[in-house]
């Protein structure tokens, strides 16, 4: 608050305290998480800046951008100060930040173990609150020639086509695959229809001369892998 009771905008601040300012002058590697957001809020409430107000809604999820990134519309605008413009600004900025991430690179990334498969699709799929199956698809030297959604469905599961799977694997000339689902709930223990459902990749991969590497559970704990159990 200043001298007139009222509350100092962004614009009023010292310069090295304003976030946009702050980026231009020292790089945006030098903001926190809460300046950051507080340049996509813009402005606060009635109560308080940009920057408190970020950093009231980054508390609220444990200071976790993970948690954040759940978050929905609706959820965020619970914040005061939080209308639905500015809820649709902070998912959109979540999302792209995902993507960067796992985005394939122009150099091929060779997938040498469970952990590289878990690595490249976790943070496409241990926050989400439905069921998600993807394939990888793989070269002969085992580098990433893609990641394609095959279907998505509830909470409980999700309808998977085997068909559809080595469909995209033929269009890519992928020689092997690598398979994954999320569990919404956590528990990563496979289901039976999980254990099925793998059965019957691998004995299609070997009709048509494409491996089946792995199946890997993903949740917000971390992974379960068919390969390392030895279960494929």
Same mark, same amino acid.
């Given at each position: 608050?200043?001298?007139?009771?009222?509350?100092?905008?962004? /614009?009023?601040?010292? +310069?090295?305290?304003?976030?946009? +300012? %702050?980026?231009?002058?020292?790089?945006?590697?030098?903001?926190?998480?809460?300046?950051?957001?507080?340049?996509?809020?813009?402005?606060?409430?009635?109560?308080?800046? &940009?920057?408190?107000?970020?950093?009231?809604?980054? $508390? $609220?999820?444990? #200071?976790?951008?993970?948690? =954040?990134? @759940?978050?929905?519309?609706?959820?965020?605008?619970?914040?005061?100060?939080?209308?639905?413009?500015?809820?649709?600004?902070?998912? &959109?900025?979540?999302? =792209?930040?995902?993507?960067?991430?796992? +985005?394939?690179?122009?150099? @091929?990334?060779?997938?040498?173990? !469970?952990?590289?498969?878990?690595?490249?699709?976790?943070? #496409?799929?241990?926050?989400?609150?439905?069921?998600?199956? /993807?394939?990888?698809?793989?070269?002969? @030297?085992?580098?990433?020639?893609?990641?394609?959604?095959?279907? %998505?469905?509830?909470? &409980?599961?999700?309808?998977?086509?085997?068909?559809?799977?080595?469909?995209?694997? =033929?269009?890519?000339?992928?020689? !092997?695959?690598?398979?994954?689902?999320?569990?919404?709930?956590?528990?990563?223990?496979?289901?039976?229809?999980?254990?099925?459902?793998?059965?019957?990749?691998? +004995? $299609?991969? @070997?009709?048509?001369?494409?491996?089946?590497?792995?199946? =890997?559970?993903?949740?917000?704990?971390?992974?379960? !892998?068919? &390969?390392?159990?030895?279960?494929?």
């Amino acid at each position: 608050m200043d001298h007139y009771g009222q509350k100092l905008g962004i /614009k009023s601040w010292a +310069e090295e305290d304003r976030p946009r +300012e %702050k980026l231009i002058l020292h790089g945006k590697g030098t903001l926190s998480n809460s300046e950051l957001l507080a340049i996509l809020i813009a402005s606060g409430n009635r109560d308080e800046s &940009a920057v408190a107000l970020a950093q009231r809604i980054l $508390a $609220a999820y444990n #200071q976790n951008l993970h948690e =954040l990134g @759940k978050s929905n519309i609706s959820e965020l605008k619970k914040f005061k100060g939080i209308g639905e413009a500015k809820a649709i600004t902070i998912t &959109a900025a979540l999302e =792209l930040g995902k993507r960067r991430k796992i +985005e394939t690179p122009e150099k @091929k990334i060779q997938i040498r173990s !469970s952990r590289d498969s878990y690595e490249l699709l976790r943070d #496409q799929m241990d926050d989400l609150r439905i069921e998600i199956f /993807k394939v990888i698809l793989l070269n002969q @030297k085992n580098r990433v020639l893609d990641i394609k959604e095959v279907s %998505k469905g509830g909470i &409980a599961g999700t309808v998977v086509d085997i068909r559809i799977i080595f469909k995209m694997a =033929l269009d890519k000339e992928a020689t !092997s695959i690598i398979v994954s689902h999320n569990h919404p709930s956590g528990n990563l223990k496979p289901s039976h229809q999980d254990i099925s459902i793998t059965k019957s990749l691998v +004995e $299609a991969g @070997k009709i048509l001369n494409i491996r089946v590497l792995d199946h =890997l559970i993903i949740g917000a704990t971390g992974y379960f !892998s068919f &390969a390392d159990e030895s279960l494929i």
